[in-house]
């Protein structure tokens, strides 16, 4: 069920993102009078589609495989290799008919629009579901709560935020950011003095073969739902609505807290002292080889003291980590070409993406998801990659610095060769995600 769960909520995000970017095409197309022959949400493969209806000179659609989306353009060398198109004198309402400049405005529209899609649902995600944030100003009331890697590198239960790389964020979630885990200098208060706290570089390494929190609030810890993932805490008798007191009589004060706790005792048994109904209860569960017992969190931190966003806020800090999206995909995508990162441990396919979802439908973290996968979309089809709307842009590029197109013939090769490379990259990383999968 829970595969399902995942499995759904990716297609609707796919459903959306592709929409939206393939309209962006679609409208700049139409604006320059170029003539779209086929609107389609998924691929319509071996001519195999859903359903289609025809307005006026476009058929809209939706086929059979969720991978993606199109548009077809009249007079463009796409994805469906059309040749027929070119054996005839350009028409007006061709792509191939048109300026450069129009034709990369074309080009560049699903990119914009991806873009705008991922800012404005940040924004709107932060103005409905997250509602609210710690400020710095709250959590150096008691200071940080250091995970076990934090402490590796020099910070300590109780260190109160000062800056971030020469930034004195408002947000506590600034401080433990993309922005911290790409290395710099953190700078916190301790015992009435300033202490700098050197983030290596390759900090992005261990955090993601660490099972604990970097820094976070103090907090409590509740089960908000059972998962059927685990069975461990059904069978333990954990309810939705619990407390979670104490793992084997040590108090537990935030949700990393938790989670290293549960680490070191992962294939085990803990006795959790939860509350209920304003009793404590003593429970046994065991733990899997992973630290889990079965449960989804619900973190609650400092209630009451949060500052509510206003949209001035919310609009203001959707850019901030639409931003951060970019520039860290961007810097991760450099560290992989440099070799700094292996490929096989960063990039997932759309089976590794439909696990980030949880097999729980959170309409929050959907909605975050989403967000973060429109800004990368934005990206990776911006890079120069033949069949990509960069490759495109490229080629257009290099038309309107010489002078001259590429023929089509160059034009058609490339197409082959970007399929080609994007059909094997597919192939390795779903691969490379299902032996995750099962290697687990």
């Not at 909520?9 to 604006?31: D, K, N, P, Y």
């Not at 086929?38 to 659609?61: M, P, Q, R, V």
Request: hydrophobic share 45%; charged share 20%.
């Amino acid at each position: 069920m829970e595969g399902l769960i995942m499995a759904a909520q990716l297609i609707l995000s796919l459903a959306i993102l592709v929409t939206f970017h393939e309209l962006g095409h679609f409208l700049a197309a139409r604006a320059f009078g170029i003539r779209v022959e086929k609107f389609f949400l998924f691929f319509d493969a071996w001519g195999k589609k859903i359903i289609s209806f025809k307005k006026g000179d476009t058929e809209y659609g939706i086929g059979w495989l969720p991978l993606g989306g199109y548009v077809k353009i009249s007079g463009m060398i796409d994805e469906s290799l059309d040749k027929e198109q070119l054996k005839t004198a350009p028409e007006s309402w061709e792509f191939r008919s048109k300026p450069a400049w129009q034709r990369f405005i074309v080009m560049i529209g699903g990119i914009v629009v991806n873009l705008i899609l991922g800012y404005v649902i940040f924004a709107g995600y932060l103005l409905k579901f997250e509602k609210s944030y710690i400020s710095r100003e709250v959590i150096n009331s008691d200071g940080i709560y250091a995970g076990s890697i934090a402490r590796e590198i020099g910070l300590q239960n109780g260190d109160k935020l000062i800056s971030l790389n020469g930034n004195s964020y408002d947000r506590f979630q600034d401080f433990a950011s993309l922005e911290a885990f790409f290395g710099g200098e953190l700078v916190v208060q301790r015992d009435g003095q300033e202490q700098t706290i050197e983030v290596p570089g390759d900090f992005f390494k261990v955090l993601k073969r660490n099972k604990s929190a970097f820094i976070e609030p103090y907090s409590s810890v509740y089960v908000n739902a059972i998962s059927d993932l685990v069975p461990y805490a059904a069978e333990a008798g954990m309810k939705s609505g619990d407390r979670i007191v104490c793992l084997n009589d040590t108090s537990v004060v935030a949700f990393g807290h938790l989670q290293e706790l549960l680490w070191k005792h992962r294939g085990g048994e803990v006795a959790l002292t939860v509350e209920r109904g304003g009793e404590e209860l003593i429970l046994k569960s065991q733990v899997d080889s992973l630290g889990r017992l079965g449960f989804e969190a619900d973190v609650r931190r400092y209630e009451g003291k949060e500052t509510v966003y206003s949209l001035g806020q919310a609009l203001h800090y959707a850019f901030k980590d639409s931003w951060d999206v970019l520039y860290y995909n961007v810097v991760g995508f450099g560290k992989i070409f440099s070799g700094e990162i292996k490929a096989q441990e960063s990039v997932q396919s759309i089976v590794g993406i439909a696990t980030l979802y949880g097999g729980i439908w959170d309409w929050g973290r959907f909605w975050r998801l989403t967000a973060m996968i429109s800004l990368v979309l934005a990206f990776m089809n911006a890079l120069p990659i033949p069949a990509l709307d960069g490759g495109h842009m490229m080629f257009l590029v290099i038309e309107m610095v010489t002078g001259r197109p590429p023929s089509d013939r160059v034009l058609i090769i490339a197409q082959y060769i970007g399929m080609i490379l994007l059909l094997t990259l597919m192939v390795l990383t779903i691969g490379n995600d299902i032996w995750r999968i099962i290697s687990k």
